[in-house]
């Protein structure tokens, strides 16, 4: 991991398990302050020391908006967020459930905007500032059974690609992260074989470098990042030829 890492203060949401809570743990760890966030108050606190836990439900806009003016009160100015509050359930395309669709678009995509709208203003005001959220690889293209989660994730990178310029030249950084396969409770649900499996504190090492470097993209494993984005340029026989093939057998 690059050393001394450039931020005082991370904001880190989905902190209490996983990807977010492996990120929180190496940040605290290399000397940054953490408020950590999920809806779990029990498991953020026993993150241990450098980091602080600031429960809340990403969906409730209210709850949000004080929470983040709690951090900065306790801890400082958020130098970076890390905005990796996120669910995912399998879809069965022969029963669509339209509630497990609005969970997802109001966890992943809103929640992550109720953030963003929390704390944009502040770092407006300072000049500066770095915002960083978790969509996936998921979101390059439409894939078997996440076709509630998927559509979740090509909004995040599209909401990446519409706010990073002109933050940019409001003095703030966008990152958007697409992490594959990983490791993580959100993944013990699949009943298929996850090609490049990764380990969360692998993915937090690969997040936190990309950020330290401040890249647009952070994607991870390289390789499968790569397919994916391959497969997103073929025409679409070749393409449903390929996931019936490598998905579906
Ligand atoms: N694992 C993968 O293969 C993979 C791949 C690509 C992208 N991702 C993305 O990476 C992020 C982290 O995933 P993960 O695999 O680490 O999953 P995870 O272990 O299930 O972690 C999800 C985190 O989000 C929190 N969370 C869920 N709903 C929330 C809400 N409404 N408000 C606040 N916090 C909430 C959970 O804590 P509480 O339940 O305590 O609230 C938990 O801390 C997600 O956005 C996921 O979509 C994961």
Redesign the pocket.
Known sequence: MPKPLPWATVWV?????????SIALQLAEAGVRVAA????AG?LAALGPGIHGFP????DSVAVASGVAQIEMELGPIDLAIL?????SPVDATALDPAVFSHAMT??YL?TVNCLAALLPRMMARGSGHVSW?A???GYVGLPKAAAYGPTKAALINLGESLAPELRRAGIKVSVIN????D????KQNDFPMPFLMT?DDAARRTISGLSAGRFEIAYPRRFAAILKLARLLPYPLFFKLIDKAVLK
Do not use: E, M
């Open positions: 949401t989905g902190a209490s398990t996983g990807i977010g809570r966030s999920a809806r779990t498991k809340l439900d990403v969906s990796g509050a996120g669910t995912y966890t992943n929640g978790i996936s690889v998921a992490p594959g396969f990983v993580t409770p959100l993944t969360a």
